[in-house]
């Protein structure tokens, strides 16, 4: 099974989406890309995820163009907000999804603030990769 998460710059919500779908099955080939890849991991998203026990401080912020060449059974985009366009994937794809959060790299005021949006954020991609895994990933891999 290989999935690719794709976003706009691949540094917050598509790694933290790795990271998850990377714990919840080995079995599970997940790479990330950009379409614009920032080129870096935002910090607050390695140390949101770094707080429940996933490190994904080792992902690289990658570029699509890397992956068009391969089949994917999944690919899945998180882009968020209305003013953001997710990347189209023109690749071989058996299933094409979306998944829309908002960017928490994008959040201003306090730490605490800011800090809190990370968490949200990461908690409700937790919740729908875990929902996508349970309900259509994992009956694909029994």
Known sequence: MKVLILCTGNSCRSQMAHGFLQSFDSRITVC??????????????VAAMKEIGIDISN?????????????????????????????A????????????????????GTDEFIKSEFHRVRDQIKDGFYKLYIEQIKPQLS
């Open 59 to 87: 992902h690289t912020s990658d570029q699509v163009e890397q992956y068009l060449d391969q089949e994917w059974d999944y690919v899945i985009t998180v882009c968020g907000g209305a003013n953001e366009v997710c990347p």
């Open 32 to 45: 990330s890309a950009g379409t614009q890849a920032a080129g870096k991991l935002n910090a607050g998203a």
């Open 89 to 108: 994937f023109l690749g071989k794809v058996k299933h094409r999804l979306h998944m829309g959060f908002d960017d928490p790299s994008h959040a201003t």
